[in-house]
């Protein structure tokens, strides 16, 4: 038996400089994976099973059930393994969490089965699962180019305290939605990414003015209520507010620990449901 965990991300930065031919966007982002985490546990079996503490999560499409069942597929390796996940990690929020399970399988059961597989034997596998998930075999904090499946590990970035607001918002097919929104005035050269990529490699905390997600341009439009809950942030002190991914979860981040619990205390006092973070993970 194993039991691993699955870390979230937030996107410092999340630039599409075009639309490309294979339908797919080319982007640029920096990533970052924070201690929120999904917990998983392997244990071998005959045949590959998924059970979740969120029934409706124990589906075919499931990205840890796929990660496992393309790594038995690719490996010719006999067995099974039953999965047990314990989500943590607001589903469809920009959050990564679905890929970040998926990396944590593969790397899991890399070991579990024996089948000594490195990162670089995984990448394949992780980029065909999804354009996220290759991310995810490095965690810390990474440059993602190509569709997302080319990661560059950088420096990891000094420790950062964050508040995160998941709203629960849903829109069917929500990243292909959100992508097929973007026009080419939403699309940028990759210089924001790359003026974090340079700051994180001098060993700074980054300046929020650094910051940029393009999906800002189009998720207030398509999550209208988006707007209450960005405002609920900067009403209970928050500096400023950044989209992670597609959306619709919105991160900040503050000075320290305690400041982090103040500012999530008075977002509950309004009925919000709010994540305390670290970087790291
Ligand atoms: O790779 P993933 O399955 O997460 O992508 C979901 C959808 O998001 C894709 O089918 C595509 O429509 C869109 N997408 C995109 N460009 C990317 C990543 C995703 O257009 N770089």
């Not at 995984?122 to 904090?141: H, I, R, Y």
């Not at 398509?222 to 597609?246: C, K, Q």
Request: charged share 20%; aromatic share 8%.
């Amino acid at each position: 038996m194993l039991t691993v965990r699955a870390y979230a991300k937030v996107n410092l930065t999340l630039e599409v400089l075009g639309k490309r031919a294979d339908g797919y966007h080319q982007i640029a982002s920096v990533m970052q994976t924070i201690d929120l985490s999904d917990e998983l546990t392997f244990t071998i079996s005959d045949e590959i099973n998924l059970r979740c503490n969120v029934p409706a999560l124990e589906t075919d499409t499931n990205l840890a059930l796929r990660a496992a069942s393309l790594l038995k597929e690719r490996t010719g390796y006999s067995g099974g393994v039953d999965i047990f996940l314990k989500k943590n990690i607001p589903v469809a929020s920009g959050m990564g969490g679905g890929s970040s399970d998926a990396a944590a399988t593969l790397k899991a059961l890399g070991r579990l089965w024996e089948l000594d597989l490195g990162n670089e034997e995984l990448q394949p596998l992780a980029s065909s699962l999804g354009s996220d998930v290759s991310f995810f075999l490095f965690g810390g904090t990474a440059i993602a180019e190509g569709r997302g499946e080319i990661v560059y590990e950088l420096p990891p970035m000094p420790t950062v305290h964050l508040v995160l607001l998941a709203p629960p918002l849903e829109i069917p097919d929500k990243t292909a939605t959100m992508y097929g929104r973007l026009t080419p005035e939403h699309f940028t050269k990759g210089e924001a990414s790359l003026s974090l990529q340079h700051c994180l490699e001098d060993g700074k905390e980054p300046d929020a003015k650094l910051l940029f997600n393009v999906f800002e341009g189009v998720a207030f439009d398509l999550f209208p209520s988006l707007e209450v809950y960005r405002r609920a942030m900067l009403e209970a002190g928050a500096d400023w507010v950044r989209l992670t991914g597609s959306g619709p979860a919105l991160y900040t981040f503050v000075a320290s620990r305690v400041e982090a619990l103040a500012l999530a205390e008075k977002l509950r006092e309004g009925g919000y449901e709010p994540y305390v973070a670290t970087t790291g993970g």
